[in-house]
């Protein structure tokens, strides 16, 4: 459709960055907390996503990186740039 008219991209982008933010938490610390607390589903055993050192870092600086991550600018992009 995109071809027909570019504002299909830009609407597509922005119903998929819509449907992301469904699924996601709004803080990024929070996300980086899910991320390191990942349990394996078949084991119920620890399977961290991101490394401790990694986490320390984000937990360390979260209210800076929090405020850093501007969810507003996530509907600048088409669905080819999201995607």
């Known amino acids: 459709m ?4 570019p504002h299909y ?3 597509a982008g922005r119903i998929a960055v819509s449907n992301l933010h469904k699924e996601t ?3 990024f610390s929070e996300v980086m ?3 390191y607390n ?7 055993t620890d399977a961290p996503i991101i490394s401790e050192e990694t986490y ?4 360390a600086n979260a209210e800076k ?5 501007k969810h507003e600018r996530d509907i600048d992009f ?3 740039d999201f995607k």
Do not use: E, Q, R
């Open 56 to 59: 320390n870092i984000v937990m």
């Open 78 to 80: 088409n669905y080819f």
């Open 2 to 5: 995109t071809v027909i008219h």
């Open 65 to 69: 990186l929090n405020a850093a991550v």
């Open 33 to 35: 907390t899910d991320l």
């Open 38 to 44: 990942h349990k394996d589903p078949d084991f119920n």
């Open 9 to 11: 991209g830009i609407l």
């Open 25 to 27: 938490k709004a803080l």
